[in-house]
């Protein structure tokens, strides 16, 4: 589950089943102090920690972030992080653009945006892994969105966290076949899986929005998902619009139902 500031309360007081593990956006956290620290920490004494930052900005014009992935790095050693995975996007030039722009597909971005994961990757000394991203347009577009990431992920050497609603996402928005992009992604590559609800903005529109309950589709695209990689581990991600806790920890044991025939053996539906 992801780890929200209004979710800390009720995840103190829980009695049922906990989390497996829980993810932050290091942004979010890092440089806290006081009471607040103290309260963090205790999250990461009690659970396997993940990060998924926000704006690293791994595509983007500007010269990458020196100071922030200092403050990453230092992040990630202090509360024993387990990983840290990032957007393959952009979200500033000479500013911070507060969204997540898409990359042209091209094989010149293809070049820039690996040599800028490696140097990542130098500078924490750590492979990282990145998210294939909701997109609404794709300008300059030489190559289709499966094999600039494929191109991505083998010339930088890194890691995938996949997001299985992304890909529905995409998938109406653009119109391709999401279980034939699902299929062929490298499962060797993958650290995680995320999963979460979107918005419906119109038949053949969809908001990614981490403020919905998962639909249907998705937890299909989940299953097929185990099916064809195994049983990973999955993240829920839920932004806003918060049920009460046993409610979201519901769509949590449904991960887990849906990995159970796979850690028992049996195989999944695909």
Not at 34 to 48: I, L, M, S, V
Not at 82 to 111: K, R
Not at 227 to 249: H, K, S, V, Y
Request: net charge negative.
């Amino acid at each position: 589950m992801g780890l929200r500031r209004a979710l800390m309360g009720p995840l103190s007081s829980y009695e049922g089943t906990a989390p497996d593990f829980l993810e932050v956006a290091p942004e979010n956290w890092i440089r806290i102090g006081g009471a607040a620290k103290r309260r963090f920490r205790a999250f990461t004494e009690q659970y396997p920690m993940v990060t998924h930052g926000l704006s690293l900005s791994l595509g983007g014009p500007s010269p990458l972030d020196y100071e922030l992935l200092g403050d990453v790095r230092t992040f990630l050693r202090e509360f024993n992080i387990q990983c840290y995975t990032e957007h393959l996007s952009y979200c500033s030039d000479h500013g911070h653009l507060y969204d997540l722009m898409p990359i042209p597909f091209t094989e010149e971005a293809v070049h820039y945006t690996a040599d800028r994961i490696r140097r990542v990757q130098d500078f924490l000394g750590e492979r990282i892994a990145v998210e294939n991203v909701s997109y609404y347009a794709a300008p300059h577009q030489q190559m289709t969105e499966l094999e600039f990431l494929r191109a991505v992920l083998d010339e930088a050497d890194c890691g995938l966290l996949l997001d299985v609603n992304n890909i529905h996402v995409n998938s109406i928005n653009h119109g391709y076949d999401s279980r034939a992009f699902l299929d062929a992604l490298p499962g060797e590559r993958m650290f995680y899986i995320h999963v979460a609800g979107h918005f419906d903005e119109a038949e053949d529109l969809k908001v990614d929005t981490h403020g919905a309950d998962v639909i249907e589709p998705v937890w299909d695209l989940l299953a097929r998902a185990y099916a064809n990689f195994g049983p990973l581990p999955t993240m829920l991600e839920r932004d806003f619009n918060f049920p009460e806790l046993p409610e979201l920890m519901r769509e949590v044991d449904h991960i887990r139902k849906l990995q159970q025939p796979m850690r028992s053996g049996s195989a999944v539906s695909a």
